[in-house]
């Protein structure tokens, strides 16, 4: 279950960049998963509730990247990856309103 945690983890923080830099904002390379999930809400209140969850995930895959393997459950990845297809729907509809040059 980790690697499918990570996957689905991966794919909020990419989305979560997208915002970053459409909005022409940039994270330094150090602490750079910590500092887009605390940004992001100041784009838009939308994004405080989905933020605040995934940073909770960024500290998870911390733990089963850096520390033990094996402690994800397959309930905390399917809720992962649920969250995150929510939130692709979140990204692509504030692009097609703010930035619909960059949606295709």
């Keep these: ?3 499918q945690f990570h996957a ?4 909020a923080f990419r989305l979560a960049t997208i ?3 459409a909005s022409k904002l940039r994270t330094a390379q150090t602490r ?12 838009g209140a ?17 733990v089963a990247d850096y520390d033990r393997a094996g402690d994800i459950a397959e309930t905390e990845a399917r809720e992962l990856l649920a969250e995150a297809k ?3 729907g979140v990204v692509l509809a504030w692009l ?6 960059l949606v295709p």
């Design 1 to 3: 279950m980790d690697l």
């Design 8 to 11: 689905a983890y991966q794919a």
């Design 19 to 21: 915002v970053l830099a």
């Design 32 to 43: 750079h998963h910590w500092t887009t999930f605390h940004i992001l809400p100041e784009l």
């Design 46 to 62: 939308q994004y405080r509730e989905l933020a605040d969850y995934f940073d909770q995930c960024r500290g998870k895959r911390n």
């Design 86 to 88: 929510k939130f692709r």
């Design 96 to 101: 097609r309103d703010k930035h619909p040059t």
